[in-house]
């Protein structure tokens, strides 16, 4: 009966620690200044494959299928009211998603732009895309972009493959210590069992 008890309170106390660590987001850096330039107003960045010799590419077509957003950090949030996202590829050339800076500017975070709601036709065998923020209150260098990165989850580091989510150094800490506890808590458990 002891030993079943202590197997339950160690299975109970790794279970613990494991719902305690951060859930790792994978995110791919983009470059902060866009390489793909319209217009003062519209500018943005392209996937590997878009052929194009004047804007360079910015991202693995195949990460680019993989991301849920595609975040923009600023240091406040921009004053004009209207900005879009647009995608272009060969699917639809001119894919134009009209939003409103309240719909994507997030505390702490920034510009946070949620693909599953903006329009996103693309061939996934096609890897020709081109993706551009376009805001006209004062022209797309007012927003002062300092960081850009695309994310299969909300809080990704921006640092390219398998930065933790929000707060990476505190989760990374606090996923230690419920380690250190579980672990802890399962020998003060084994030798009170044994005493």
């Known amino acids: 009966m002891k030993r079943k008890a202590v ?3 160690a299975m109970a106390a790794v279970l ?3 719902l305690a660590v951060p859930v790792f987001a994978a995110t791919w850096s983009l470059p902060a200044k866009p390489v793909a330039v319209n217009n003062d107003n519209q500018k943005g960045w392209a996937t590997e494959g878009f052929e194009d010799e004047d804007t360079p590419s910015s991202v693995a077509f195949d990460d680019f299928k ?4 595609l975040v923009l950090e600023v240091p406040a949030k921009p004053e004009g009211g209207g900005i879009q996202f647009v995608l272009q590829s060969p699917a639809d050339w ?4 009209d939003l409103q800076v309240d719909d994507v500017y997030r505390d702490g975070v920034g ?3 949620d693909f599953s709601k903006v329009k996103m036709n693309f061939d996934a065998d096609d890897p020709r895309c081109k ?3 376009c805001y006209y209150d004062g022209g797309w260098d007012a927003m002062g972009v300092t960081k850009a990165y695309l994310t299969d989850s909300l809080g990704g580091g921006g640092g390219g493959g398998g930065s933790a989510k929000t707060g990476d150094s505190t989760m990374i800490v606090l996923a230690i210590a419920a380690f250190a506890l579980a672990a802890c808590a399962t020998v003060f458990v084994v030798r009170k069992v044994k005493a």
């Open 66 to 69: 993989k991301a849920k957003f």
């Open 7 to 9: 197997l339950t309170l």
């Open 111 to 113: 510009l946070v732009f």
């Open 131 to 133: 993706f551009l923020v």
């Open 94 to 97: 001119w894919q134009q998603t």
């Open 16 to 18: 613990v620690a494991m």
